[in-house]
């Protein structure tokens, strides 16, 4: 019998929502609707969908490895060198290289509980110890992640606004912690949300790289830029840190499609502010109905809500399901009794709370 990596056999594969053709397929349904992995419901824009197109004759070539035009339009945008930024097949790629670079059996993680499994993942892939926070009032507690800092800590991850709580610690409580971790140890701010939490009291990050050559950024096209099935995050951060990065990194990680994606995309003049205001008017709704049937859930900094149920939160995933209704049941981020909904397009707002209230009613009816 093969010998695995000791750490494998701990690893619980990521387990992402139900694709909605497989539910089709297994339901016999015609008509099924997917809030469960916080895309963009609004999709593409036309323009950028016609110059996809035209891109298509060229996949016969490799894609440019050093993502060159869109690592120059995101340095002017934000002000930094074209040599701070790294890109990866998605964020999570990017994840396994800071484990690959920073962590091994002798460099211990700090992680939360109730947070993305991946930071988790990434450690235990290279057979790296890790420390576990406790979420406070469901929030990312950096006070104890101080705490839980010894001369093995390497990596601390981090995740904000959190997934799958939506909630976000403010600037005042990052400008304490960033300025009390030791240079030693790496930073990493996730912020695939950040587009949808910006602005008022969150951590304006890219300001503390200019501060910390300890800390990364990651950022996302999959969540506000529509672009989750093309897989592309990226990385800011000091010079020095992306250079050991790209020694880990597989060459033509980033596909074409993908790169002419986020380019095409960030062309779209007005597009982030047009999302926010519909994720906001569409999330007023949602707080609303889900005051109405009685449920508490958590205020969110994202384009999804955190809900919490009498019933285990995988009962309820499995009635709405039979109604068309994909959403994630929450036990797998250590809540039995939640689920997490993304905000939709109005109409499948309205089928989700529709379909709730159903759901409520037939296991009230039962549990007399």
Known sequence: ???????????????????????????GLKRVIKLAS??????????VLKILQQKIKDLYLYPD?????LRQVLADKYGFKAEQFIFGNGSDELLQLIALTYLNAD????????????????????????QVVPLKNYTYDLGGFLQKITARTSVIFLCNPNNPTGTYFAASAFDKFIKKVPENILVVMDEAYYEYACGGDYPESLSYLKKFNNLIILRTFSKIWSCAGLRLGYG????????????????????AMAQEAALAML?????EDDIRKKIKEQKTYLNKELKNLGLEFLPSRSNFIFIFFKQEGQQIF???LKKGVIVRPMKGFGFSN???VTVGLPEENRIFIKSLNEVLKCLSIEEL
């Open 338 to 340: 939640a689920i997490r």
């Open 267 to 271: 062309q779209e003049e007005g597009w």
């Open 1 to 27: 019998m093969l010998k695995l990596n000791e750490n494998i056999a701990k690893i619980h594969p990521y387990i992402p929502g139900k694709p909605i053709e497989e539910v089709q397929r297994e339901l």
């Open 318 to 320: 499995e009635e709405l």
């Open 236 to 255: 800011i951060a000091a010079e020095d840190l992306i250079s050991s990065l790209n020694k880990a990194r597989e060459p033509f990680n980033v596909n």
């Open 107 to 130: 460099k211990e993680a700090i992680i939360s509980e109730g947070t993305f499994s991946e930071y988790k993942f990434s450690a235990l892939l290279v057979n790296a110890p890790y």
């Open 65 to 69: 490895g050093s993502v060159f035009k």
């Open 38 to 47: 916080n895309e963009n419901s609004w999709g593409l824009p036309e323009k």
